[in-house]
């Protein structure tokens, strides 16, 4: 089954411990993103990646990293996280515009909600 | 600035009645759009994708125009279900791919029995 996969899905931590937040996703695809969504903001994009060893920042990247080691798994890293990144998070994968398929859509995963005490 | 606007914010319907979620954009340049349903707690799920040259594209009970001249586009329910209780987010694209994605902030549909 073509799915996307975090873990884990639920997190309650304290200020400032360092914490990861995997995604895997089995399609193959090039291109994988995380997002934050917080109430009446929509979903706001944090990093994303378009292939291996490729990252570049989204809209929101302060507070994070990430790393694009193998093709298929994009991890979340929070070094010292802060009450503000209370939020549910989202990764998402998808082709890119170079593939054939470009105009497919993006698969989001079940999300990871996340609070920092 | 590339912004997407969805109205309403909420809307609260009877079940079997029909409803039109309405989605504004001022991206540019413009690639697709589409609009994702999204229970309470999970991921978004993609409904449709369109492209410039497409107007009308459906999805079971669902239906979305789009009128790239006036930068405007609906997704139309018919029938609702209560399983149709959900957030409705309009995505558009400004470039093929998954790169270059503005989302709006969503419509918040309840279905009451």
């Known amino acids: 089954e073509a799915q996307v996969t975090q873990n884990p899905r639920y997190l309650i931590t304290v200020t400032g411990k360092k914490l990861t937040v995997t995604c895997s996703q089995n399609m193959n695809h090039e291109y994988m993103s995380w997002y934050r969504q917080d109430p009446g903001l929509g979903l706001r994009q944090i990093y994303y990646?378009?292939?291996?060893?490729?990252?570049d920042k989204g809209d929101v990247p302060e507070g994070y990293k990430v790393s694009r080691k193998e093709k298929r798994n994009f991890p979340l890293i929070l070094e010292s996280p802060s009450p503000n990144q209370t939020s549910l998070y989202f990764c998402?994968?998808?082709?890119?515009?170079?593939?054939?398929?470009?105009?497919?859509?993006?698969?989001f995963g079940p999300g990871t909600r996340l609070t920092v005490l | 600035k590339n912004q997407v606007e969805q109205s309403p914010q909420s809307l609260i319907i009877l079940e079997g009645k029909n409803c039109t979620l309405q989605?504004?954009?001022?991206?540019?340049?413009?690639?697709?759009l589409r609009w994702y349903k999204q229970d309470t707690g999970r991921g978004p799920v993609s409904l449709t994708i369109?492209?410039?040259?497409?107007n009308t594209k459906s999805n079971g009970r669902y239906t979305a125009t789009l009128d790239a001249d006036t930068k405007q586009s609906s997704l139309h329910i018919t029938a609702s279900q209560l399983s149709d209780s959900a957030s409705y987010i309009c995505?558009?694209?400004?470039?093929?791919?998954?790169?270059?994605?503005?989302f709006g902030t969503g419509t918040r549909l309840t279905i009451i029995p």
């Open positions: 998402a994968s998808g082709w890119t515009s170079g593939h054939m398929a470009s105009t497919d859509t993006q698969y």
């Open positions: 990646s378009m292939n291996v060893e490729v990252t």
């Open positions: 995505v558009v694209s400004r470039g093929f791919g998954n790169e270059k994605l503005t």
């Open positions: 989605c504004n954009y001022t991206v540019s340049p413009f690639s697709n």
């Open positions: 369109m492209t410039f040259s497409e």
